[in-house]
């Protein structure tokens, strides 16, 4: 057995004490650390060297990094950290894995050059004052050796665990049978599909329909190509709760008839993982990051002999440990083989999974379920808005230190205002002296913080972050996206009834995803409606040569009526006028088959007013309607009516969470209708959102209206054949589903009567 690790992982893993501490301390940014340590090698002597590459191994352990630098003149080797504000706030345990770093380092360079001594440096480098602190121990070799076996022998119980554990792993996955006695139609195809995507280290978008089983169908696979050492671990992305779930029972499947040595971790937000939101992420205020280091050994170990790390058995773990459940998942991530997750663990600019890849150098698999969805997430991932009235707000309670800088940004601010010919209009660029003011904002937030860490509030902080993130999707701003201005009503401010909402809005995530998938060995595409390929290709920015297929499902046509209620437009202008005929189509299908049905419409408006008629001339018809911000309890209730009891008709906001995700089979659901086309609403911003998908793609009004809409259709639509045995109807009421370019979006399946 051989174990291969980075310094800085294993003194993280040995070296971490003490207390959580999420309060936010400006660290310097990525570039400013680079430039940082550059700095501090300009000041050196020309005999200085840099990125000193550095490899040692104890036992079956083998430790490798590299050093920041190295005087052989002074016989001194630097561990330089870029920091910002009052060095006397950094937290002793910072200060402590700092240096075990530089011993190891030190213990390394001796090693490698045959040196008796060394003199063991940490440079801590201000990015504000440019100022060097320098401290300094001084250390035999035969010092620095004992610190480093203590170091190795801490980390090397746990390598032993974890390369058994893996080798375990890799042997149960490579005999590990499909857990049923066969396939379903299509899923065979599609499970060789992504295991040779795996072994070719290729993309994949997969077109599957419901009811073949396309998690366990993309799982398995994946799963087997671990046990082949092709790769590391499996991510697991989703858009919504109900993926979850499905991937977490689907892995259960597998461990049957006997448990795998497999570790299958579910990410949840910290908002619902939290067990104190009215505390501080640090010691002094939650006792669950008091001496949370101090204990997360423990928990580590306790929570990973369990082979379902779902939610539940996390908070447990964590809290017969006294330890947050949140960032115990967090830590766990580095240790499991399957993680379900968000899309944003893995795409968001700061994703953890992405950075864990990074680091590490990990050979993952990532699935993305329910793939149609990304493109809307993604959007709002790389989009940011700043409002102005907010900026208002805060200002009148800021820090001294601050009020020019925010009387600098409402300047300029104003000045875009003041050019403003309408109430909404896209510029063709950030204006430079708007986004110098804002990074100056940002540059003096940073210092006011390292200074003074509890003298923003709460909300000003809220304000400050969104001014961050939106100064760094300014300083990437392309083709890809657009800077546009709202004016609008201004309630606080009377001399200047006005305010004004900036948007850096991305309509392209495509240079944003892109790496993402260049840093995984595959990534597999998969959903029910991927139709026309070439859509998704180009906006998420999948490679030409990503392979493309397209399942065949195991459902025939007379399982389905599909009917076109073509005198009706739900067009807007016609609203008023399709209620009554909604409203008697609906009837008249429950009259000829009572049952379960869902209902499916445009807006909340929309619905209620279908709903309110509904219940007005068929008062004895059993009605249930979705609401505007319903909780996971409320959602749950609304599904549970459909499996308790046989008749009536659940409404439906069409794209909502009741669209997908949603399995409802046999006779707790036989029918579904859809009274609306799906389109996004036409609007200023939709219609400046197409108009530059048409000069990207030259198909504007289809990538921005047509297929977003009609991939809705067929998702809710398909809430009702789940399986082969299942039999319904569908009603797609609007005139315009008659339409050559409409129909050939629908499935190829279906037979419209």
Not at 105 to 117: F, I, V
Not at 200 to 216: N, R, V, W, Y
Not at 275 to 298: I, T
Not at 566 to 586: F, G, N
């Amino acid at each position: 057995m051989s174990y291969v690790v980075a310094v800085r992982a294993m003194c993280e893993f040995t070296a971490r004490r003490g207390d959580l501490d999420l309060r936010f301390t400006p660290a310097p940014t990525s570039i400013e650390g680079i430039a940082g340590h550059q700095m501090v090698a300009g000041r050196r002597a020309s005999s200085y060297e840099t990125e000193v590459a550095l490899t040692g191994t104890h036992r079956s352990l083998t430790v490798r990094g590299r050093a920041d630098g190295y005087d052989p003149i002074a016989n001194r080797l630097e561990e330089v950290k870029t920091y910002r504000g009052d060095l006397t706030r950094m937290p002793a345990n910072h200060r402590v894995l700092h240096w075990a770093q530089a011993l190891v380092y030190g213990h390394l360079l001796c090693r490698a050059r045959g040196l008796a001594e060394l003199t063991v440096a940490l440079v801590y480098f201000d990015i504000g004052s440019q100022k060097e602190t320098v401290l300094t121990q001084q250390h035999g070799a035969r010092e620095l050796e004992t610190f480093f076996v203590e170091q190795c022998e801490r980390f090397l119980d746990w390598a032993v665990q974890e390369d058994a554990h893996r080798v375990a792993r890799n042997a149960a996955l490579v005999t590990l049978q499909f857990p049923y006695g066969r396939f379903r139609c299509g899923q065979r195809e599609l499970a060789v599909a992504v295991y040779r995507a795996a072994r070719d280290g290729k993309q994949l978008m997969a077109q599957a329909p419901t009811g073949i089983g396309k998690t366990l169908a993309t799982i398995f696979p994946l799963l087997k190509a671990c046990g082949e050492d092709r790769l590391d671990r499996v991510f697991f992305l989703t858009a919504k709760t109900p993926g979850r779930a499905l991937a977490l029972d689907a892995i259960d499947s597998l461990h049957q008839p006997a448990p795998l040595p497999l570790r299958t971790l579910e990410l949840v937000a910290r908002d619902k993982a939290c067990e104190h939101p009215d505390k501080a992420c640090n010691g002094e205020s939650c006792p669950l990051a008091r001496g949370f280091y101090d204990r997360l050994d423990a928990a580590r170990a306790a929570a990973l002999a369990r082979p379902r790390l779902d939610r539940a058995a996390v908070r447990e773990a964590a809290l017969a440990h006294g330890i947050c459940p949140y960032y115990l998942a967090q830590e766990l991530a580095r240790w499991a083989d399957v993680i379900v997750g968000d899309y944003n663990y893995y795409y968001d600019a700061s994703a953890m999974l992405h950075a864990l890849t990074q680091i590490n150098q990990w050979r993952v698999g990532v699935l993305v379920d329910e793939a149609h969805n990304l493109l809307e997430r993604a959007r709002r991932m790389y989009t940011a808005s700043l409002d102005q009235s907010a900026f208002r707000l805060v200002r009148k309670n800021a820090p001294a230190a601050l009020k020019k800088p925010l009387e600098r940004l409402q300047r300029e601010w104003n000045a875009v205002k003041r050019a403003q010919t309408a109430s909404y209009q896209v510029h063709a660029q950030v204006p430079g002296k708007l986004l110098a003011a804002a990074q100056n904002l940002i540059s003096a937030v940073t210092d006011q913080l390292a200074d003074a860490p509890l003298s923003i509030d709460e909300h000003a902080l809220r304000v400050f972050f969104d001014a961050m993130h939106f100064v760094a999707l300014a300083e990437q701003f392309g083709e890809h996206s657009m800077f546009d201005v709202t004016l609008s009503a201004e309630r606080y401010a009377p001399r200047d009834p006005t305010s004004a909402l900036l948007c850096v809005r991305n309509v392209i995530p495509a240079p944003f995803l892109a790496p993402r998938y260049a840093a995984a060995r595959t990534t597999v595409m998969f959903s029910g409606t991927l139709n026309p390929q070439h859509f998704y290709r180009d906006t998420l920015g999948l490679a030409d040569d990503t392979q493309w297929l397209d399942v065949e499902g195991p459902f025939r046509a007379e399982q389905l009526q599909v009917h076109v209620a073509a005198h009706v437009s739900t067009r807007w202008r016609d609203r008023e006028r399709s209620l009554a005929p909604i409203v008697e189509l609906i009837a008249k299908q429950y009259d000829a088959q009572p049952g379960n049905y869902l209902g499916f419409l445009s807006s909340f408006d929309y619905l209620q007013r279908v709903v309110a008629l509904l219940r007005e001339r068929h008062p004895a018809l059993p009605v249930w309607a979705q609401e505007p911000g319903m909780d996971e309890a409320a959602r749950d209730a609304f599904l549970a009516r459909f499996r308790t009891m046989n008749q009536g008709i659940g409404f439906a906001v069409l794209g909502g969470a009741f669209s997908e995700g949603v399995d409802l089979t046999g006779q707790q659901l036989i029918g579904a209708f859809v009274a609306t086309l799906g389109l996004p609403q036409v609007n200023e911003v939709n219609e400046q959102m197409r108009r530059a998908l048409d000069a990207r793609f030259g198909h504007g009004y289809d990538y921005m209206y047509l297929y977003p809409g009609l991939q809705k259709v067929v998702q809710a639509a398909g809430r009702v054949i789940r399986t082969e045995e299942d039999r319904g109807v569908v009603h797609l009421i609007d005139d315009r589903f008659r339409r050559p370019e409409v129909r050939r979006l629908l499935p190829r399946w279906w037979q419209i009567g």
